[in-house]
């Protein structure tokens, strides 16, 4: 962004040199012709001219030369205002600019709580950075080149320009408040050492990593990631989904990705000394009329349940419950597990 800012002010400049130049050396080939001055006494003529100095003329102008005169005053001062509007428009929003919002960039990085870093804003990162926007959840992205930046800004994202792999710059991002971090750098030697790095900073962040190579899975398990996603993978997964069973993944696709549902699918933490914590579903659905439909209940640092929730299943604080119903009835299951 810096340098492509600097070459359109530098193109910009030089432009406008170019035509202060051009009038510079007409305006005294005018005063020569109109005037019959020698070269000197013209360029000073147009020096005086263009600066609006008015230290004196060489001689009395003739009816041509002062309506030429007029003309050059309004091209010449216009050139010379427009080359110092550049100069100060870049000055300002190079430096004044710049500096007020990387101060209001940290300070805002600094209020962070149980957000989510973004390392890596390529094409995975992009699309994580706008679920996230969507769903209205902080994080903060980091990258070191110029156009995901740019984009950083365009879409008023909060980011750090740096190397993710780097332990202060994960530190600067509040590694240590932070509740997730998504490593979707370009390679997988990266995103391996993001996850070691992240996780002797906090062992308790939720890491969801990016693998190409099916090799680098376990690496990156081994690593400290609680989730390896494998774009190659997952996509000839779906593919097959789609051709398989399309009206299922049709179905999914809609409650998962679309705010405005009749359905929501959900996923709710029982918080201790919530009205639920300690009581069945059943209990729950009878004391508190419990609408939505509780589909399995997953125990603390457990993957994945295929086991049907019953009527007796016991809820307790730090479970998490999958549940789908409308988004009042999602509303109220969230109410009663905070």
């Known amino acids: 962004m810096k340098l492509r800012n600097l070459s359109q002010f530098a193109k910009r400049i030089l432009i ?14 005018g ?11 013209a360029l000073f003529m147009t ?11 060489v001689k009395e102008l003739s009816v041509a030369g002062t309506i030429y005169t007029i003309c050059l005053i309004i091209g010449g001062t216009g050139v010379v205002a427009y080359i110092i509007i550049n100069i100060g428009e870049f000055i300002l929003s190079e430096f004044l ?31 994580i950075a706008h679920e996230l926007n969507n769903n209205k959840t902080d994080f903060i992205v980091i990258d070191n080149a110029e156009e995901p930046i740019e984009a950083c800004r365009e879409n008023k994202w909060l980011y750090i320009e740096g190397d993710a792999s780097n332990d202060d ?3 600067e991002a509040g590694i240590e408040r932070a509740r997730g971090l998504f490593a979707a750098l370009d390679t997988d ?51 097959a989904a789609m051709a398989l069973r399309p009206s299922i993944s049709d179905f999914f696709d809609t409650v998962m990705h679309t705010e405005e549902n009749e359905i929501r699918l959900a996923e709710i ?17 009878s004391t508190y009329g419990v609408d939505a439909l509780i589909i399995s209940v997953l125990e603390k640092g457990e993957k994945i349940s295929v086991n049907k929730a019953s009527g007796a299943t016991l809820i307790s604080a730090g479970h998490k ?7 009042d009835q999602v509303r109220q299951l969230e109410y009663l597990c905070s």
């Not at 419950?321 to 988004?327: D, N």
């Open 16 to 29: 406008s040199t170019a035509v202060l130049i051009s009038i510079f050396f007409l305006g005294s080939l």
């Open 31 to 41: 005063y020569i012709l109109i005037e019959d001055l020698s070269f000197l006494d």
């Open 321 to 327: 419950l999958i549940a789908i119903g409308t988004p």
């Open 189 to 239: 030697s990266e995103n391996v050492y993001v996850t070691l790095g992240a996780k002797s900073l906090n062992p308790d962040i939720f890491i969801v990593a990016r693998a190409k190579a099916f090799e680098t899975i376990s690496k990156l398990e081994k690593a400290g990631a609680d989730r390896v996603v494998s774009p190659q993978i997952i996509g000839g997964r779906r593919m």
């Open 47 to 57: 020096t005086i001219t263009i600066t609006t100095v008015g230290y004196g003329l």
């Open 97 to 127: 600019m710049g500096r007020l919002e990387n101060r209001r960039n940290k300070k805002m990085i600094e209020r962070l709580r149980n957000h989510y870093i973004i390392c890596g804003l390529g094409r995975v990162g992009m699309e």
């Open 169 to 171: 710059v994960l530190v």
């Open 269 to 285: 933490e029982i918080k201790p000394g919530s009205k639920i914590d300690g009581l069945t579903i059943s209990e729950a659905g």
